[in-house]
């Protein structure tokens, strides 16, 4: 069975700041889908960024971006110039290359001052 | 739709009591899954929808648990006897694909069972 660790159950950042959140996973599949959702207090999980894992290239999306490293078994997840909107709990999840379940970490609550 | 609905948003049951919740995905997705999220926990994974045929539910808790997509769209998920334990959020998501690229969330029905 696949797991996810997310061994920073908190993390802080000031405005304009970066941010990295770690995730490790584990799994004997080569074909898998990695993603990082962020879930505010309204509760709905919002799609962040996704990596397919026979991509070498790290996956971007405007100013988040990922440092996946498949040998490793890590999947981390970088906050550029993080603003006060981007306070929320965020999860790393894994997914077979199939129509399959995905299975999540625990979260790391990201904190923002001003 | 323009997003995954569900309903309600609270619900409060008296231990015993049967409720249903409801999902109402993006028109035209294929897939939905339910997931349950226990407080300061990640998702998991309760069941899976093909359109109406129901793939996979290896993560229903017990037979007190049963959802169903009767004509492929709205899913309604049932928890009769509810117990303390139970009390959680539960998440509906829905795909287009029959793949894994990550799916849109709704957000979430809060159960609350005294």
């Not at chain 1, 996956?59 to 906050?79: D, P």
């Not at chain 2, 793939?55 to 009769?80: C, H, M, N, W």
Request: net charge positive; with cysteine.
């Amino acid at each position: 069975a696949q797991t996810v660790t997310q061994s920073q159950p908190e993390m802080s950042v000031q405005e304009a700041e970066t941010v990295t959140l770690s995730c490790t996973y584990d799994t004997s599949e080569s074909d898998y889908y990695l993603f990082w959702y962020k879930q505010p207090p309204s509760r709905q999980m919002i799609l962040v960024i996704r990596q397919e894992a026979y991509k070498q290239q790290n996956a971007t999306e405007n100013r988040f971006s990922v440092n996946f490293q498949k040998a490793a078994k890590s999947f981390s997840l970088k906050i550029s110039d993080s603003q006060l909107g981007d306070a929320a709990m965020y999860f790393c999840a894994y997914g077979n290359s199939g129509y399959s379940t995905l299975t999540f970490g625990k979260g790391t609550m990201l904190l923002v001052s001003p | 739709g323009a997003g995954v609905s569900q309903s309600p948003r609270y619900k409060v049951a008296k231990r015993g009591q049967d409720v249903a919740l409801r999902c109402d995905p993006i028109s035209g997705h294929v897939s939905l899954f339910w997931y349950q999220q226990a407080l300061g926990q990640g998702p998991e994974f309760l069941t899976y929808f093909q359109n109406e045929a129901q793939l996979d539910k290896s993560g229903l808790p017990s037979d007190r648990f049963f959802a169903e997509r009767p004509e492929g769209s709205v899913s309604t998920l049932k928890i009769q006897r509810t117990q303390q334990e139970d009390s959680a959020v539960y998440l509906c998501a829905s795909s287009p694909r029959r793949r894994n690229y990550g799916y849109t969330f709704g957000s979430g029905t809060r159960l609350t069972v005294v």
